[in-house]
């Protein structure tokens, strides 16, 4: 599998820290109540002790991927000198062949939201609309089927 793009947004990272913070609070709180359910006595049949540590080893498990990832990112604070090219961070609005409108953001690998329409400057959706402008034209494949979308706006925030 491919390496994913180290950047990111100001706002991504910001929630990235955030994230990392309330992880580790979280983390003291899962390690009392493993402490309290080990020292109810017999482990092997507590299912507070067992829940506990499978708890404690999901939020390790992403604990240990943030600090690692985190080091790397290059967060991306500035709005290109061209803001009638597509870019990272951008919003794009779209029209599709049927001619209704679609919004996407193009941010970081680590803060993909379909709801919000972010989506990975590693996609292939995003590949192909860098350095596109307004009234240009977009064709991917997606599942064996070609789309066609028309550029319609571009903004920066």
Known sequence: MAKSSP???VNGMSVLNLELEQLWVKRRLVV?????????????????YIYRKKELRGLDRRIRYLQKRMPDLQVVANVPDNQDKIYFAAWVSLETEHGDVVEYRIVGP???????GNISVDSPMAKALLAKQVDDEIKITVLGDNKLFFV?????Q
């Not at 319609?152 to 920066?156: E, F, G, H, T, V």
């Open 110 to 116: 680590d803060e993909i939201d379909h709801q919000k």
């Open 32 to 48: 009392q109540a493993l402490s309290a359910a080990a020292a109810e006595g017999d482990r092997s049949e507590n299912a507070e």
């Open 7 to 9: 950047y990111i947004t």
């Open 152 to 156: 319609i706006a571009i903004r920066y």
